[in-house]
């Protein structure tokens, strides 16, 4: 039973520092995204952030994905500047925490 | 309903109520009032009045008609409208054709046959779906019995007769005695409720209906009795697997907890009895075979089908596990094979979650599987309405992992 429980600790905490590895390409993804004016693709890419980085323990991250993916929601189909500059303070919050997850190795 | 007094009907057949109702028969009668069948001139379509005598209060039938406006599920029988005739109030009703449950248990009663336990397991889940949709909606059955379950074709269980309905917060209408003294919980007979706690007295209705269903008999007489006596004889009761040697021991022990005398005792919603009575239907020793535990998982990131599967496993370590990205293929997989646990993620890019839910439950692919929606942003019209399909609502984050494998857990016990 110990040793199940152990190995299920060990797939989790496995599982976890594979997702924070992955997390600044995530993040970077949503930039480029931004960049090009893919919005939509952008407000998915955001929701997906959102449930999975919650899921995973990244709550900084989630709550920042949350924020660009509600941002987006609002200024369909085409967010203006302030959408904008807001859905860019939310990606700069993201992108702190990312390097700081995977620094810390999750 | 049950036979009662003869009393001049309210309507009388070939009576057109309303301009638009022509009453074709008397479908039952009762102490509280009558049903016909009649058909609708305008829709050209047959359909159920209900009405109550003149000598009982019209509140019964305007609680009915709102607590089945409010519901929308193919186990409660669907209110068309209300109207009045001849300062008779009337209440349209879907016609359900089939046959009475307890019609069903005294014709295999006389025919010497008895209910199998996996037809039994899968009656007694669709009414305790269908109480987990009435309770959500802030409303108590109080008066769960045979007589008032109807199966109708194509499997369908439909619970009538909401007559006696009260919303939970209705203290002062819970103290008055009502219901089928032979479904009627202790505390029912006493008017002692705690407030919240009217939903235990459909747990209870559904566990002497269980017991009967498997007995053939009912736990005991309940005869004209005090609530203490009553309540002694509940506790006395015994154990179902007395009867029927091949009930297995946790479905006994399940029904008895349900018909336990102290309501904290019973299981505490009709959805934690749903999940066990789910849990039961592929256990060794019912007649379906066992089969592996099988899990959809249906989400467009990768990374949370990772997570899903994984937690689903930490519960059910021997768990078959689906996965797939999309909600049309996710149908196909039901269609082929229908899962015992679905998990949906709401916001799919091709059809969403909710859509799913309502194609699964119209093509009634659904029905024996546990659907659990996902989601990072549902609202709270979009739980409010898949509650209405039966489909319980997680949210994405750090909990999810303990919801989970509690769902698990209680839907497959180790």
């Known amino acids: 039973m110990t040793e199940a429980r152990d190995e299920l600790q060990t797939l989790l905490a496995a599982a976890r520092a594979e997702f924070a590895a992955r997390l600044e390409d995530k993040v970077r993804e949503l930039q480029e995204l931004s960049d090009r004016g893919a919005w939509m693709e952008a407000r998915r890419a955001a929701h997906k952030l959102r449930g999975s980085a919650g899921t995973y323990g990244f709550a900084k991250i989630s709550a920042a994905a949350a924020v660009m993916e509600d941002v987006l929601i609002e200024a369909e189909p085409s967010p203006d500047e302030d959408a904008r500059n807001r859905f860019a303070a939310a990606l700069a919050t993201a992108r702190v925490a990312s390097v700081t997850a995977t620094r810390e190795g999750a | ?414």
């Open chain 2, 1 to 414: 309903m049950t036979d009662a007094p003869k009393v001049d009907p309210v309507f009388t057949q070939g009576e057109l109520v309303a301009e638009t109702y022509e009453i074709r028969s008397l479908l039952g009668s009762g102490g509280m009032g009558e049903v016909y069948e009649a058909r609708d001139r305008s829709l050209n379509r047959r359909v159920a009045l209900k009405v109550v005598r003149p000598n009982i209060k019209r509140d019964y039938l305007l609680r009915e008609g709102r607590a089945l406006a409010a519901i929308h599920h193919p186990g409660v029988v669907t209110v068309h409208t209300m109207g009045e005739h001849r300062g008779v109030l009337f209440l349209v009703l879907e016609r359900v054709q089939g046959l009475s449950l307890d019609r069903m248990i005294d014709e295999r009663r006389s025919r010497g046959e008895r209910i199998g336990v996996a037809e039994a397991i899968d009656l007694l889940v669709s009414l305790a779906d269908t109480l987990t949709i009435v309770h959500k909606a802030g409303l108590a059955h109080r008066d769960v019995k045979p007589a008032n379950v109807m199966l109708a074709p194509g499997g369908r269980v439909v619970l009538m007769d909401f007559g006696l309905v009260l919303p939970h917060a209705d203290r002062a209408g819970h103290r008055t005695v009502a219901g089928s003294l032979d479904y009627m919980a202790p505390e029912a007979l006493t008017g002692h409720l705690t407030e919240g706690e009217a939903h235990l007295l459909d747990i209870y209705g559904l566990g002497v209906l269980a017991y009967e269903l498997l007995a053939g008999i009912l736990p005991f007489d309940s005869g004209d009795q005090t609530p203490e006596a009553h309540r002694a004889k509940t506790r006395s009761c015994p154990l179902l697997s007395t009867h029927r040697s091949d009930v297995p021991s946790p479905l006994s022990a399940l029904i008895a907890q349900m018909m336990a005398a102290e309501p904290s005792e019973r299981p505490q919603s009709a959805e934690a009895a749903l999940w066990q009575l789910r849990a039961l239907r592929g256990r060794p020793g019912n007649e379906g075979s066992a089969r592996p535990f099988a899990v959809l998982v249906v989400d467009d990131d990768p990374d949370m089908r990772s997570a899903l599967t994984l937690y689903v496993r930490a519960a059910a370590p021997d768990a078959e596990v689906e996965t797939t990205g999309d909600g049309r293929h996710a149908i196909r997989s039901v269609r082929r094979r229908v899962p015992d646990l679905l998990l949906l993620d709401l916001d799919l890019p091709d059809i969403n979650g909710i859509e799913v839910c309502m194609l699964l439950r119209g093509m009634r692919l659904g029905d024996s599987c546990m659907i659990v929606s996902v989601s990072a942003r549902a609202t709270r019209a979009d739980v409010e309405l898949l509650q209405q399909l039966g489909v319980r609502s997680l949210d994405k984050g750090p909990d999810l992992m303990n919801e989970l494998v509690q769902i698990v857990q209680r839907m497959r016990p180790r």
